[in-house]
């Protein structure tokens, strides 16, 4: 049961109690002050943006991009495996993991614009709620790790044809992302390529071990 009769108690899952747990430590160690500090901030429009592409017997990926200074990129390709077991918008909520993870270091303690071109993910984030087992661990991931670069994010949705840059990255489509990016301002060979984190890559293999697994049972 969700709560008792004596004093109202609501049960709480293991996933929940350590999130809990983690915010009470925090708000113990930190003054009121520090809790209360507006953030410092790029630019109002600044935004780090993801796209990921899923084709059954074809190249798939997933890139982010961040518009910031010279510019920065990230981008991996997909395991026919993964391909086969996650569908299109659990990999789109990857691609907001992998940013708030290769781009966190960069823009540590700011406010960004989480641009994504689907709309469920940008629901989950908004809503900081989702049923699908997937995408909520992901959630809880990504959330870990905004949490450890004090970043702030506010998810916004826009068309995928505006999605040029990261869709084309995550396509493999060099040429096309060179002339996307240039014509916003940016020059191509002062670009700077991170590597995705491993560590989460192999958190989606398993994600979609999970989804085979219970498919079988």
Not at 48 to 67: M, N, Q, Y
Not at 71 to 99: A, C, D, M
Not at 104 to 122: A, H, L, S, T, Y
Request: proline share 4%; aromatic share 10%.
């Amino acid at each position: 049961r969700a709560s008792s009769r004596r004093g109202n108690r609501i049960m709480l899952g293991d996933a929940v109690k350590e999130h809990v747990t983690w915010w009470i430590k925090e708000l113990e160690a930190s003054s009121g002050r520090e809790m209360t500090i507006p953030k410092g901030r790029i630019h109002p429009t600044q935004s780090w943006e993801s796209d990921a592409c899923r084709e059954i017997g074809a190249k798939s990926g997933v890139a982010g991009f961040l518009p910031y200074r010279h510019g920065y990129f990230w981008r991996e390709t997909f395991s026919p495996f993964v391909v086969q077991w996650l569908h299109i918008t659990q990999l789109e909520f990857y691609g907001t993991l992998q940013n708030a993870a290769v781009f966190g270091p960069i823009v540590r303690d700011k406010q960004m614009f989480d641009d994504c071109d689907n709309e469920g993910v940008c629901y989950v984030i908004k809503s900081q709620s989702t049923s699908d087992p997937v995408m909520l661990e992901q959630l809880m991931e990504r959330n870990n790790i905004l949490a450890e670069y004090g970043i702030e994010t506010v998810a916004r949705h826009f068309p995928g044809w505006m999605n040029v840059v990261t869709d084309a990255l995550s396509r493999d489509k060099v040429e096309v992302f060179r002339e996307a990016v240039t014509k916003r301002g940016f020059d191509f060979e002062k670009l700077e390529e991170i590597p995705p984190d491993k560590s989460l890559t192999s958190l989606l293999t398993k994600l979609a071990c999970m989804v085979r697994d219970h498919a079988s049972a």
